[in-house]
């Protein structure tokens, strides 16, 4: 999405899997590809920088201050996107998992469906939806927050669902919002119900195609 995002030109980068580590003019940068700000910054005017391959844990880079050699460590995975998270970054927590989808005990789904609900109630339905489809949320949680294209039978239970407000009819972005909808559906449908459906599902995009202009879609 971003690419690689430093704040200056670098003089020298250094990789340590999932970080580049860059040093500038004015300090070192830590940046994660796909994020559009540094990670971490230090204000350590560096001469150089090499990479220090761990044995048995972690790589890590010295960095050359004056006459003086610093060691950068990498902090796990884990303990960097729990603290992410605790601190209501979302975001970066997301971006991280996706760069260090290996990292033992992290729920890159889980975090997208964090991120997704975190999205709809900002009311930006389009980045929602797309967390939606990326973290497998299945669709009847999804369709759950729009009552008034819930079939009649009992739905779900939405006890461990992170809470967001439902959108109903009289909302100015409905259509807009069923419209996308609609194409979440008919993806999950056209992946996971080729042949003959899913009744939850088919009822929710029915009563979604009268509700919209398909020609639209």
């Known amino acids: 999405k971003y690419g690689l995002v430093i ?3 670098p003089f020298q ?10 040093l500038l003019p004015r300090g070192i ?9 540094a990670v971490q910054s230090l204000s350590a005017r560096a001469t150089c920088l090499a990479s220090s391959p761990g ?23 884990k303990q960097q996107i729990q603290e992410l998270t605790s601190t209501g970054r979302l975001e970066e927590a997301v971006s991280l998992a996706r760069a260090a989808p290996s990292a033992d005990g992290v729920d890159l789904a889980g975090l997208e469906r964090k991120l ?5 109630r900002a009311r930006e339905f389009k ?16 369709i759950s927050l729009f009552p008034a294209l819930c079939p009649d039978y009992s739905l779900p239970s939405a006890t461990s669902q992170p809470t967001a407000s439902p959108i109903e009819p009289s909302d100015e972005q409905y259509i807009e919002v069923i419209q996308d909808l609609v194409k979440f559906l008919m993806h999950r449908r056209n992946l996971h119900y080729p042949s003959q459906g899913d009744k939850f599902l088919d009822t929710a995009l029915v009563r979604a195609y009268l509700v919209c202009d398909t020609s639209q879609i």
């Open 7 to 9: 704040g200056d030109s």
């Open 13 to 22: 980068l250094v990789w340590t899997f999932p970080f580049v580590v860059a």
């Open 29 to 37: 940068e830590v940046c994660l590809p796909g994020q559009k700000s």
């Open 55 to 77: 044995l048995g844990s972690p790589s890590s880079v010295i960095a050359v201050v004056n006459n003086a050699l610093y060691r950068l460590q990498p902090v796990p995975v």
């Open 116 to 120: 997704a609900y975190l999205h709809f």
């Open 127 to 142: 980045a929602a939806f797309e967390l939606f489809q990326a973290s497998s949320t299945p669709e009847q949680e999804v």
